[in-house]
């Protein structure tokens, strides 16, 4: 068994919260973007986060030091956007390796530090790897519905590479988020199962998917149980539910996944729903006791904060989530 699985039998993980909630404190300009990789690149760059980890590395390590003090477990990559599919708007596909390596090696040092400071609480890397800015499931030209602008194995090209440099730079799981098109998902797993076959390497996964609306449905129409069976033939460390909606909204959908699901679940919220500003309201106690519901019922294996959230606000959920034993799996229940 996987450390990270021994753990996670014995109490809840906290995973870090929003890292461009974080980076949009800097106030960054486009040369931040540029410093010392891309000065020439004739594309402008400002707000392509992930690049940061090439440019002002020290940010990055900044972000996920802070989380760490503030209790989080599991730091997550920057790499959200790391694929050459979501570079391809910027023109650095040549760039996508370098993202993910440089972003893995990042955390992982900031967490191996923490850890040898705190070897009671070891803390972890999960490379983020985003949905993409594509979907392989529904068209995007309403005159054409049969049109797909990606197919599946181009998906699972770009993943792959992902996933490769992620593991060389020192990952210690894979997070496959905010799954709004579980075609997508299956092309990244599928893609996964590949490199660590082809490495013969074990890495826990970790997958979660993000309900865009009170209609309890992923943006291709999926119910929350549709989405768990539709990639449970992977041996996930956890399924769970992130993004769109704050703590209150997605609890009955962790209802559902608690009911199902033979693996952990994990939650990572967003600090409430945006306001007509786009930004997110919701403090750090308010959102807490949201997600103290999720503890009270035992629903949760991970917990952590996704868009708005900041290391204020893991920490108050850390804090928490202290008192609190993990759901039950399958696999205690039979123990």
């Known amino acids: ?53 090439l440019t002002r590395p020290e940010i990055i390590k900044e972000i996920h030091a802070l989380y760490f003090e503030a209790g989080a477990d599991i730091a997550e990559t920057n790499t ?37 400071r705190e070897p009671h609480k070891p803390r972890f890397v999960a490379g983020s790897m985003g949905p993409t800015n594509r979907t392989a499931s529904i068209s ?11 197919s599946f194995d181009e998906l699972v090209t770009a993943y792959k590479e992902q996933a490769g440099a992620l593991i060389d730079g020192g990952v210690d799981l894979l997070l496959v988020e905010t799954v709004f098109d579980t075609l997508n998902a299956k092309a990244a797993l599928f893609a996964i199962d590949e490199v660590l076959n082809e490495r013969n390497v074990d890495i826990p996964i970790m997958v979660s998917g993000t309900i ?24 996930l ?42 930004e997110y309201d919701e403090t750090p106690e308010l959102m807490a006791a949201q997600i103290k519901e999720f503890l009270d019922e035992g629903l949760v294996n991970i917990i952590g904060g996704c868009c708005g959230t900041t290391p204020e606000h893991i920490k108050a959920i ?6 609190y034993s993990p759901r039950k799996q399958e696999a205690d229940v039979e123990d």
């Not at 609306?213 to 449970?232: H, N």
């Open 1 to 53: 068994m996987n450390r990270i699985e021994e753990i996670l039998r014995e109490r809840i993980l906290v995973l870090d919260g929003a890292m461009g909630t974080m980076i949009q404190r800097h106030k960054l300009e486009e040369e931040d973007f540029r410093k010392n990789w891309f000065e020439d690149h004739p594309s402008p760059l400002k707000g392509n986060n992930d690049l940061l980890s």
């Open 80 to 116: 959200f956007s790391g694929t050459t599919i979501a570079q391809a708007d910027y023109g650095l596909e040549s760039a996508v390796y370098d993202i993910n390596y440089q972003s893995a090696k990042i955390a992982k040092e900031v967490a191996d530090e923490f850890t040898k």
């Open 140 to 150: 995007p030209d309403v005159n054409d519905p049969g049109f797909r602008a990606i």
């Open 212 to 235: 865009t609306d009170q209609s309890g449905r992923t943006l291709t129409g999926q119910t929350t149980e549709a989405f768990l069976i539709s990639v449970s033939h992977m041996n």
């Open 237 to 278: 460390l956890t399924i769970g539910l992130n993004c769109a909606l704050g703590a209150s909204m997605m609890r009955p959908y962790l209802q559902v996944l608690d009911k199902k699901a033979p693996f952990g679940v994990s939650a990572h919220p967003n600090a409430g729903l945006p306001n007509e500003f786009g």
């Open 318 to 323: 850390a804090d928490l989530a202290a008192k």
